[in-house]
């Protein structure tokens, strides 16, 4: 699943860095929530990520960034992120809360 995170499916990398997080002492909730990221990357295995904005098709570079302030009710942190892409392929992102 690290790999499938890091390298090819880059939207299931914070569960999948929380789940490393109890990969020594996993609970049920722990395999039942692999087990769903495990189901959703058996249903997108044929989706792909394009882009289809003019003004990005014509870049050679470009970066993007956005934040959230307080977007989660519950712990109120924030969240936010940035990309980077080089001749319209991903090479750099993260994504914080």
Same mark, same amino acid.
Do not use: C
């Given at each position: 699943?690290l790999? *499938?995170?890091?390298?090819?499916?880059?939207?299931?990398?914070?569960?999948?860095?929380?789940?490393?997080?109890?990969?020594?002492?996993?609970?049920?909730?722990?395999d039942? *929530? *692999?087990?769903?990221?495990?189901?959703?990357?058996?249903?997108?295995?044929?989706?792909?990520?394009?882009?289809?904005?003019?003004?990005?098709?014509?870049?050679?570079?470009?970066?993007?960034?956005? *934040?959230?302030?307080?977007?989660?009710?519950?712990?109120?942190?924030?969240?936010?992120?940035?990309?980077f892409?080089?001749?319209?392929?991903?090479?750099?992102?993260?994504?914080?809360?």
């Amino acid at each position: 699943m690290l790999y *499938a995170a890091n390298i090819t499916y880059l939207d299931i990398a914070r569960i999948a860095s929380k789940l490393l997080e109890f990969s020594q002492n996993p609970l049920l909730i722990h395999d039942a *929530a *692999a087990i769903r990221v495990i189901a959703y990357l058996n249903q997108t295995k044929t989706l792909i990520i394009k882009n289809l904005k003019e003004n990005i098709i014509n870049q050679i570079f470009v970066r993007a960034s956005d *934040a959230l302030f307080s977007n989660n009710l519950v712990s109120r942190k924030s969240a936010e992120g940035y990309l980077f892409t080089l001749f319209r392929g991903l090479i750099n992102w993260q994504s914080i809360k």
